[in-house]
Each structure stands twice: as C-alpha cells, then as structure tokens.
T-cell receptor
Framework: DGGITQSPKYLFRKEGQNVTLSCEQN?????MYWYRQDPGQGLRLIYY???????QKGDIAEGYSVSREKKESFPLTVTSAQKNPTAFYLC???????????FGNGTRLTVT | KNQVEQSPQSLIILEGKNCTLQ??????????LRWYKQDTGRGPVSLTI?????NTKSNGRYTATLDADTKQSSLHITASQLSDSASYIC?????????????FGAGTQVVVTP
C-alpha cells in the first residue's frame, strides 16, 4: 500500500536532548512537509521540501532542522533550542504545491 | 489573526442526522480550498478540494460548497454515522505560485452519538 509512515507513534525525551522523527513515503511525491499541531490551533508549517537536497523554512522553523537526502525520506530533528517541543507532529507529502496533502499518522512527542 | 476561521468549535449530533460546518477565510489571493477529516490520533485525510470556479463538490455523504465572493465555505454531512466522529479542518491555499502557502483552520470537532 502506498502511503506515509511516521515513526515512532509516541516519543518521550528529557529536556535538553535532541530527537529525530522519521518520515518515509512510497508515493513517489516530490514535495514533503512537516507540521506541528497543538490543541485548539491550526496546523503550523515547520519545514517543507520541493525536491531532493532542497528545503525551505516554514512559519515556525526555529529549533528544528531537516534533511532531504532521498526522495522517500524527510526526517525532522527537534533540537534542544526548541522552547516548547511537546506537540503532535505530522509529516505530509504531495505531488506538487497545488495538490492535496497526504498525511502520515503523526508522532506525539512529549518532552519533560 | 488566523486567516481561516471555523465554526462551530464543536458539535454533537445524533446518528442519522445532518449537519453543516462553516469556514470563513480572508486569504488573498485565493487558489483553492480544501476540507480534511482527522480522526483522533491520526493524520488528516483529504475530503474535497475546490478551486475558484467550483461552487460544490461531493465525496460520498460529504458535500462542500464555496462562495469565493463572500469567502465562505461549508461542509455538509448527510445521514451522519458514528464513523463521522472526527475533527474537520478547512484549509485555504493562497498565492500565485504552485507552492501557495496553506492556511489551516483550527477545526470543528464533530461527535456523532447513537
């Protein structure tokens, strides 16, 4: 089945530690995105990538980093510089910027 | 200020009944408007996507309408089922290039009761 796989589903970390969230897609989509979802708020864009080896900052990129070495993979690192990292993180992909997004089932990160 | 406002914030309906969710936006220029369904603890799933020239689009029991003049959209759920319990998110795409920035509403939480 084609789709987007995010792992792990739940992640717990101590404050001050970096953590990497995995996102893999087999839809052959060029574009990939990372969003953050907090209760009562709309999704906010962290980073997006239109093509391999290229990515752009979204609205809330501070404290996060990404890489896009392969078309299928777009991992997100939450660094210790992110002041409020506890959230639900969603990875998505699309054929291009005008097409519907296909989302993974998210990673819930809790930092204590 | 959020450029996409959804109402109501939440609603409870009886199984078999219809309901309508609202989305007002201020995004300009406008490219397209999307509705997504998000089950608890899962990623959103696309229901419909409408461009400026489309007034109505259906996906099974879901019907979305768009009035680009008044910048309003609605999502109508017909003959609700328990599986319709979810958050419904309105998303507006603006900009003139193919990577138009998406503006997400905060969602309407729908609970369908037996």
């Amino acid at each position: 089945d084609g789709g987007i796989t995010q792992s792990p589903k739940y992640l717990f970390r101590k404050e001050g530690q970096n953590v990497t969230l995995s996102c893999e897609q087999n839809l052959n989509h060029d574009a990939m995105y990372w969003y953050r979802q907090d209760p009562g708020q709309g999704l906010r864009l962290i980073y997006y990538s239109q093509i391999v080896n290229d990515f752009q900052k979204g609205d809330i990129a501070e404290g996060y980093s990404v890489s896009r070495e392969k078309k299928e993979s777009f991992p997100l690192t939450v660094t210790s510089a992110q002041k409020n990292p506890t959230a639900f993180y969603l990875c998505a992909s699309s054929i291009d910027g005008r097409q519907p997004l296909h989302f993974g089932n998210g990673t819930r990160l809790t930092v204590t | 200020k959020n450029q996409v406002e959804q109402s109501p914030q939440s609603l409870i309906i009886l199984e078999g009944k219809n309901c309508t969710l609202q989305c007002n936006y201020t995004v300009s220029p406008f490219s397209n408007l999307r509705w997504y369904k998000q089950d608890t603890g899962r990623g959103p799933v696309s229901l419909t996507i409408m461009t400026f020239s489309e007034n109505t689009k259906s996906n099974g029991r879901y019907t979305a309408t768009l009035d680009a003049d008044t910048k309003q959209s609605s999502l109508h759920i017909t003959a609700s089922q328990l599986s319709d319990s979810a958050s419904y998110i309105c998303v507006v795409s603006g900009g003139t290039d193919s990577w138009g920035k998406l503006q997400f509403g905060a969602g309407t939480q729908v609970v369908v009761t037996p």
